[in-house]
Each structure stands twice: as structure tokens, then as C-alpha cells.
């Protein structure tokens, strides 16, 4: 599977639009972009999950870089709620997602 | 509709003793993985299964075993326990192995003592 880079950390401020980051500049071809995140104390979450097409579901939208080496994950009106860390993970799409590699994810921080 | 089911929430043991944990998947699910997630090394794989087999495995050591029943529910094993064994113990489970999206339960917190 090919390595994920995300930031340790971010803010936002609450009602404003989260921009989460991810590089994956070894993806191949048959790999998908997923998205969980994990509200303290709480088991993941799944959020959104794409190949190639920009994504978009009742929770985020998830835009895929033409060349696929990036990805960006908007919450479009982050709430406190959101608070919780992401995880970008890249993985091949015959594998499914219950056999996931975590990496350390993104923090976020929604402040009022 | 139910969601994944982890019991129990919370368990002490005491070092050497060995502790089973189960997972009730939602109706419907057929796979079901586990991980481990501690502060230091965060969310690690432990294994996933489909229709009662081992469909992939983490790198743990062979203390750390598992099954799966003929109605989807799973347990794990850890025998001898060890202080680093303490740790956010986590089921997942898909319709399939090659569903997009997992669910996950609330864990169970392992203490070793």
C-alpha cells in the first residue's frame, strides 16, 4: 500500500471550512483514497472513500489531485463536533477497507 | 439498526493470565477484522476473517489469536498478557472483505496490571 503524509495537526475555526491534506505520491492505479476519523474515546469512523473522481457525501467532500499524488478532505462548516483525528489511507480497491493501515493522522482542532 | 457490539467495555487482568474478547458485527456482515491501538503505536491491524478463516494478519505475536463463528461473531485471544498488552482493543466489520466501509465498534479497554 502506498505511504500517506499527512500534518500532525490543524485548526478551525467553527463554521468555517476544514481543508485536510494528504499526500500519497506513490498511489498506483487500483488504489482508493480513504477517509476515517476517530472522535476521542470512539472507534473510527468511516467518512468517504474515492479513486479518482472529486467525492461527495452528506458528511465531506473529498477532492483527488488530476495526477492522484494528493488528496484534500473539506468539511464544509466544521462544527466542535468534528473535532477528532483524520486518517488518510491508501489502499487497493480488491482489498476492501477491513484490513486497514492506520498511519498518525491529522488532528483538528474546531475552535468557537 | 444495531451496531457493532464489543464486550466487555473494560477488563483488568493481571500479567500471565490470558483474556478472550468478543464482537457482534452488524446483521449482515460477514467480515470482521480487529486492531489494537495503543497511545506509543497507534491503530494496528490484528486480523481480519471471513466465513470462519483468517483472511490476513497483522504483525503481532502468535499469543494474539482469533475465530470467527458460522453467524459472523468474532472473539480474540491474547494469552500470557504482558503489561504492553494493555491497550484500546477494536472490532470493524464489513459486508464483505471487499466493502468500501467499515464500522466500527466502541472497543474494549484492556488493562494489564
Known amino acids: 500500500d502506498a505511504k500517506t503524509t499527512q500534518p500532525p495537526s490543524m485548526d478551525c475555526a467553527e463554521g468555517r471550512a476544514a481543508n485536510l491534506p494528504c499526500n500519497h505520491s506513490?498511489?498506483?492505479?487500483?488504489?482508493?483514497v480513504y477517509w476515517y476519523r476517530q472522535i476521542h474515546s470512539q472507534g473510527p469512523q468511516y467518512i468517504i472513500h474515492g479513486l479518482k473522481n472529486n467525492e461527495t457525501n452528506e458528511m465531506a467532500s473529498l477532492i483527488i489531485t488530476e495526477d492522484r499524488k494528493s488528496s484534500t478532505l473539506i468539511l464544509p462548516h466544521a462544527t466542535l463536533r468534528d473535532t477528532a483525528v483524520y486518517y488518510c489511507?491508501?489502499?487497493?480497491?480488491?482489498?476492501?477497507?477491513?484490513?486497514?493501515?492506520f498511519g498518525t493522522g491529522t488532528r483538528l482542532t474546531v475552535i468557537p | 439498526k444495531a451496531g457493532v457490539t464489543q464486550t466487555p467495555r473494560y477488563l483488568i487482568k493481571t500479567r500471565g493470565q490470558q483474556v478472550t474478547l468478543s464482537c457482534s458485527p452488524i446483521s449482515g456482515h460477514r467480515s470482521v477484522s480487529w486492531y489494537q491501538q495503543t497511545p506509543g503505536q497507534g491503530l494496528q491491524f490484528l486480523f481480519e476473517?471471513?466465513?470462519?478463516?483468517?483472511?490476513n494478519k497483522g504483525n503481532f505475536p502468535g499469543r494474539f489469536s482469533g475465530r470467527q463463528f458460522s453467524n459472523s461473531r468474532s472473539e480474540m485471544n491474547v494469552s500470557t498478557l504482558e503489561l504492553g498488552d494493555s491497550a484500546l482493543y477494536l472490532c470493524?466489520?464489513?459486508?464483505?472483505?471487499?466493502?468500501?466501509?467499515?464500522?466500527f465498534g466502541q472497543g474494549t479497554r484492556l488493562t494489564v496490571v
Open positions: 470493524a466489520s464489513s459486508r464483505l472483505p471487499t466493502t468500501f466501509e467499515a464500522f
Open positions: 506513490t498511489i498506483s492505479g487500483n488504489e482508493y
Open positions: 476473517y471471513f466465513s470462519e478463516t483468517q483472511r
Open positions: 489511507i491508501v489502499r487497493d480497491g480488491g482489498t476492501g477497507a477491513n484490513n486497514l493501515f
